[in-house]
C-alpha cells in the first residue's frame, strides 16, 4: 500500500484534531472500520435483538 502526501496530511490533521498520537489515530481507524463491518453483518438482527 502507498499512500501520497495529501493522504498523509489528511491523517495527521485527524489525529491532531482528535487528541491522538498516530498509533492511537491508526487503532482508532482502524476500530471504526471493524465496527462498521460488524453492523453489516447484524443487518436488520440488531433490530429483532
Known amino acids: 500500500m502507498r499512500l501520497n502526501e495529501d493522504d498523509l496530511e489528511q491523517f495527521k490533521k485527524f489525529a491532531k484534531e482528535n487528541g491522538l498520537n498516530q498509533h492511537q489515530a ?4 482502524l476500530n471504526m472500520v471493524k465496527l462498521e463491518n460488524a453492523k453489516e453483518k447484524l443487518g436488520d438482527r440488531a433490530k429483532s435483538i
Not at 491508526?26 to 481507524?29: E, G, H, K, W
Open 26 to 29: 491508526f487503532n482508532s481507524l
